[in-house]
């Protein structure tokens, strides 16, 4: 008895946190920071910032297949997606067949398998919701009403950006509200023209990207050993010099500079463990990855930040005689309202003979333009409901556009070391309704690797999102007309859920208990030690991309939960 009494106290810390994505590290970052003494738990492997990202300096011809997707060969064809692999982007991705998934509909469903999670290889596209944004359910019917506001939001959007480091232009826009911005980086010439062409005959704004990438390193960024952008554009293959927002680069080194951090690679938590007497969690079960081993760590609170799917996954395998039919699950919502941004649909065209033929660029930008929302705003009235913006860029095609042409000698060198000509293309994002039988399940016949239930993926997009998807095409296609471009085509590739990894719901916030899974503080209603802050919590996932919505609505969180234990409320 005693020596169980003695592992527990080894094993019990003030908080745990699940994950170590971008919504992880911020938790551990501010938990640690306000004096508690937190357990990470990550189920990928450990991966060290710097000497951890292997393809980072390598040369294209370095490369065994040049940048190719290849499909592991290892073994027998399976009846389960097996997500192609890339070699130029680092060993970062889960293995598929380790816990295979099932899919009514098709859902590609991304899973790194290292520490620090998505954040090694975001898109790191960083936008604030708007007002608009959080009222939207309420104000069409879809989905339940968001217990906050963009007010409630909004300082903690501050907060986040300044630490981050968000590169981008102010524009005015109530449906894109503006933030601490590092200096903008500069549009290309093409993009430039575009952009006074669409504000002087459309009323419609293109700005540059708002990116996680450091035009400039204040102190705060600094102190945490990071360094400016270097314009290399392989933010894929992990950023040696922290030129970009991650876990690795910025709030895992800042929760350890407070010495109250341990973090526990390896650590595939299985379920939340209820204790009925307290009526709160006391702790989570891990099954170490290589082992099998499992283990029970103990917390005063636990922040779930698995990521959207995984976090679902847990608090669905979470069951005792309180919560049958998964951890807090008392409104029947968990793994229901799954969402996803549909994109892929847009136009592409040149600017040939528009006097940018002698014009060219510096670096590689690791960022694009962005065009924000104006359907469905103001007078605007469409046959569907919400809306989009679009994320592109303008570039100049080089050597390989000469790949499928004849031609050797002298002629050949010449072709190659001129600049083809100038392409600019946009893409929609879009949101996805909130549908209530759009929704995750476990599956208990197919187990994984470890012996736990695998996922049940029934998520489609519908009529509203098809409809949105002309549009999509046939704007894209206006505006670059509108800019006097050439050559015009569009494109609808008809995307799947899962393909724009930005999936989300499944465990969202909510006024009433009975209509949702969280409180306006990212509480679990009947266990108020529990808080979920990663992509699972989301009411709507408006048309921009979420990550900044997740650093804020952490922060935003971990203050509360903090106070609350000064309070001794948790």
């Excluded at 630490?163 to 430039?192: H, R, T, W, Y």
């Excluded at 959207?308 to 919502?333: H, W, Y």
């Excluded at 040149?350 to 002698?358: K, L, P, S, V």
Aim: some cysteine.
């Amino acid at each position: 008895m005693n020596l169980n009494l003695k592992a527990q106290a080894n094993n019990t810390f003030d908080a745990i946190v699940v994950g170590s994505g971008v919504s992880g590290g911020w938790a551990a970052k501010e938990l640690t920071q306000k004096g508690l003494r937190v357990l990470m738990l990550e189920r990928g492997r450990d991966l060290q910032h710097v000497t951890g990202y292997t393809t980072a300096l390598k040369a294209p011809w370095e490369f065994a297949h040049r940048g190719r997707n290849i499909l592991p060969t290892d073994k027998e064809p399976v009846d389960f997606r097996v997500r192609p692999y890339n070699e130029q982007g680092g060993d970062f991705s889960f293995d598929d067949r380790n816990a295979p998934y099932k899919e009514i509909h098709p859902f590609a469903w991304y899973r790194p398998d290292v520490l620090g999670g998505k954040s090694i290889m975001w898109g790191r596209q960083s936008y604030r919701f708007s007002e608009m944004d959080f009222e939207s359910n309420a104000r069409d019917g879809f989905g339940t009403d968001w217990p906050i506001r963009y007010k409630d939001l909004a300082p903690w959007y501050s907060y986040v950006e300044r630490f981050a480091g968000i590169s981008g232009a102010k524009e005015g826009l109530a449906q894109l509200p503006d933030g601490e911005f590092l200096p903008p980086m500069d549009l290309n010439c093409v993009e430039q023209h575009v952009r006074d062409r669409l504000k002087t005959k459309m009323n419609r704004v293109l700005t540059i990207g708002r990116t996680a990438n450091l035009s400039k390193a204040n102190p705060v960024h600094m102190d945490v050993g990071r360094a400016p952008c270097q314009y290399r554009n392989k933010c894929a293959q992990g950023c040696p010099y922290g030129g970009y927002f991650s876990t690795l680069s910025a709030t895992l080194p800042a929760a350890r500079k407070t010495n109250r951090l341990i973090v526990r690679p390896d650590s595939i938590v299985s379920e939340v463990l209820y204790d009925e007497k307290t009526k709160r969690a006391q702790g989570v079960r891990v099954i170490d990855s290589k082992t099998h081993q499992t283990t029970e760590y103990y917390a005063r609170i636990i922040f779930l930040n698995a990521s959207a799917m995984a976090t679902n996954f847990i608090l669905m395998n979470s069951v005792s005689n309180r919560f049958p039919n998964g951890f807090g699950n008392d409104s029947g919502t968990l793994g229901k309202y799954i969402m996803d941004h549909h994109f892929q649909a847009g136009a592409n065209a040149q600017a040939d003979g528009m006097g940018f033929d002698d014009k060219y660029y510096y670096g590689r930008r690791a960022n694009g333009i962005y065009i924000p929302r104006y359907r469905n705003i103001g007078t605007d009235k469409r046959e569907y409901l919400r809306g989009f913006g679009y994320q592109g860029g303008a570039s100049r095609s080089g050597w390989q556009r000469l790949i499928a042409e004849a031609g050797f000698g002298t002629d050949l060198k010449e072709k190659a070391g001129q600049p083809g000509p100038w392409n600019m293309g946009i893409m929609g994002f879009a949101e996805c309704l909130p549908y209530e039988d759009n929704k995750v399940t476990l599956n208990k016949e197919r187990l994984d690797k470890w012996g736990l239930p695998t996922l049940i993926f029934d998520v489609k997009f519908r009529e509203n999102e098809h409809l949105m998807q002309k549009d999509m095409m046939n704007d894209a296609a206006e505006m670059l007309e509108a800019a006097g471009l050439k050559n015009i085509s569009t494109y609808n590739n008809h995307s799947v859920p899962g393909l724009a990894v930005h999936e989300t719901g499944g465990a969202r916030m909510g006024r009433d208990p009975k209509t949702s899974m969280l409180n306006a503080h990212n509480q679990v209603w009947e266990a108020k030690n529990v808080f979920v802050t990663d992509g699972a919590s989301f009411a709507s996932v408006a048309c921009q991309n979420p990550s900044l919505t997740f650093m804020a609505l952490t922060a935003r969180a971990a203050d509360f939960a903090v106070n609350e234990l000064k309070k001794q409320n948790l």
